[in-house]
């Protein structure tokens, strides 16, 4: 299996992924505590370093494109410093195009702040507008969409719950993408589980799928239980559930509905961080789909893909290096 799968690995910079959803700027401030604040029972953090990276849908772009995919994204800033600064980190891979993004002046662009002190998150403090947008906005969006769909080959819709998927644009953009035979992936977010219908995958982690599901998993019984009453309410042609240190599990829905599950195993020997791991996984997923892999093989792949990003502390973009050389390793 591996052989094939290095096969699959070495046509990815043949894809072509459009990534939809709420962006934001991610920054990180690294410093040491040494003393308790006399003024407040809080940590005095020296700060030695800061960093900026895309977040949210941004990052998803990060891992399509450290995989070497040619990858478009359709989001919103705002008309400030930090959306200037969140348009020149996704273009700078040279891999990502970010001419696509809306600029709005009545709107704040988002970014999270977090304050990490000897590996450990002190403090996030977020600034960002939530709320819908208006429909001219919607219209606009779903026009960029349709004026680059045929020079792509699939898209990732990644909700963060900021307000950009909403049920209207979600419905129009989803019917829009399958008269075009796309394949979509959609890394959702619980409050949302109403209104999604009818994308190709749907990537929830173990939380999200039983918040979706309202049950309680805890076995492999209530596992299943939860995918079926998914798999009815959202009808997606499959559904792969990422489970942390369980690996994950893909469930058939549809026309493919009925077979076996398939159950991976997770293949990371230590654990450092899974923020961003999802997104790892929904990338590397698309990706491999868009270059012919099937649903099996793309999702071996994105385990293996996972597995090395939550080796790494914070968000971590896998590159196709990385990737062969862990698989390479299963032919030795």
Do not use: W
Request: aromatic share 8%; hydrophobic share 40%; proline share 3%.
């Amino acid at each position: 299996m591996s052989e094939n799968l290095l096969k699959i690995i070495k046509r990815f910079n043949q894809a072509r992924i459009l990534v939809v959803g709420d962006i934001m700027v991610d920054h990180f401030v690294y410093g040491t505590v040494n003393r308790i604040s006399p003024e407040a029972p809080v940590p005095v953090v020296n700060v030695k370093s800061e960093k900026l990276m895309p977040g949210g849908a941004a990052n998803v772009v990060s891992n399509v494109a450290k995989l070497g995919a040619k990858v478009f994204i359709a989001g919103i800033v705002g008309d400030d410093y930090n959306g200037d600064i969140l348009k020149k980190l996704i273009g700078k891979s040279g891999k990502a195009d970010p001419s696509y993004i809306l600029t709005l002046k009545n709107f704040q662009t988002i970014i999270k702040t977090r304050v990490i002190a000897h590996n450990q998150q002190i403090v996030r403090f977020d600034r960002e507008d939530n709320g819908k947008f208006n429909p001219a906005v919607y219209r606009r969006l779903l026009e960029v969409i349709k004026n680059i769909a045929d020079d792509i080959d699939a898209v990732i819709i990644s909700d963060y719950g900021k307000g950009l998927i909403e049920k209207n644009f979600f419905s129009t953009l989803v019917s829009f993408l399958r008269e075009k035979n796309k394949f979509i992936a959609l890394d959702p977010k619980v409050e949302n589980f109403k209104f999604y219908k009818n994308v190709s995958i749907l990537t929830p982690n173990i939380n999200e799928t039983s918040g979706g599901a309202n049950v309680k998993i805890k076995d492999e019984k209530t596992l299943e239980k939860a995918s079926r009453i998914i798999l009815k309410k959202v009808r997606p042609d499959y559904l792969l559930i990422t489970r942390g240190e369980d690996g994950m599990s893909l469930f058939s829905g549809g026309a493919n509905s009925g077979g076996k599950p398939l159950h991976l195993h997770a293949r990371a020997k230590e654990v450092y961080d899974v923020t961003g791991a999802g997104d790892t996984v929904i990338s590397t997923l698309a990706v491999a789909r868009s270059v012919g892999a099937s649903i099996s093989d793309a999702c071996y792949i994105a385990n293996a893909a996972a597995s090395i990003a939550v080796s790494q502390l914070g968000t971590y973009a896998v590159g196709v290096d990385e990737l062969t050389q862990l698989l390479s390793f299963d032919l030795k």
